[in-house]
């Protein structure tokens, strides 16, 4: 079936510091692909996404590349805030249903 | 525009007992999703609705998990009775469509959850 491995957290950094959470895929098919944020006290909400192949999906300073090659789908920020604190999760669609990593907690620090 | 509202945030009761939550979803969405989300994890599919038909409870333990949504509007999910292994925050969610066949997204928004802890 379906799955979606991320990269285990927590991460901590420093303001300003570069950010990149691996996450790699199991899927049959082309599935569209996500990344979602879950800020503290709030519900998920959607970051990114890429429903092709080699697209770039990118808000708020963060960016993915949907990496067929590699099954991966790696999110990055050149330069964190401590309001990016949260907990993010890559998820795969398979027609209605989202398939969830595990999420990975990020800290940043003043 | 409100979005997803359930109800209540937090839920604390005492094994055996019985519990419910409830959902209102995005005015317009006829696709509902129930999802369970255990500590440490990512969200997992319970229910799927399309108006008020079910159409995926694969995922639905259906000797004590109990869903409804009447009217295709509004859904309550029912845990009877709860266990210390239901402890965890139950999503919810709205979209406007099925997917798409290039998988696009149709407005799927998740609520803020309700938190149960078992004890």
């Known amino acids: 079936g379906n799955s979606v491995t991320q990269m285990e957290g927590p991460v901590t950094l420093s303001e300003e510091a570069f950010l990149t959470i691996n996450c790699t895929y199991t899927?049959?098919?082309?599935?569209?692909l996500f990344w979602y944020v879950q800020y503290p006290g709030e519900g998920l909400q959607l970051l990114l996404k890429?429903?092709?192949?080699?697209d770039k999906g990118s808000n708020k300073g963060f960016e993915a590349t949907y990496r067929k090659e590699t099954t991966s789908f790696h999110l990055e920020k050149g330069s964190v805030q401590v309001s990016d604190s949260a907990v993010y999760f890559c998820?795969?669609?398979?027609?209605?249903?989202?398939?969830f990593g595990a999420g990975t907690t990020v800290t940043v620090r003043a | 525009e409100a979005g997803v509202v359930q109800s209540p945030r937090y839920k604390i009761i005492e094994k055996k007992q019985p519990v419910a939550f409830w959902c209102n979803p995005i005015s317009g969405h006829n696709t509902l999703y129930w999802y369970r989300q255990n500590l440490g994890q990512g969200p997992e599919l319970l229910i799927r609705?399309?108006?008020?038909?079910?159409?995926?409870d694969s995922q639905l333990p259906k000797d004590r998990f109990s869903a409804e949504r009447l009217k295709g509007v509004d859904s309550t999910l029912k845990i009877q009775p709860a266990e210390l292994g239901d402890s965890a925050v139950y999503l919810c969610?709205?979209?406007?469509?099925?997917?798409?066949?290039?998988?696009?997204?149709?407005?799927?928004?998740f609520g803020s959850g309700t938190r149960l802890t078992v004890v």
């Open positions: 899927a049959t098919g082309y599935p569209s």
């Open positions: 998820a795969l669609s398979d027609n209605y249903k989202l398939s």
């Open positions: 609705y399309e108006n008020e038909e079910a159409v995926d």
């Open positions: 890429a429903t092709k192949a080699d």
């Open positions: 969610a709205s979209s406007l469509s099925v997917w798409g066949a290039d998988g696009e997204e149709y407005g799927y928004t």
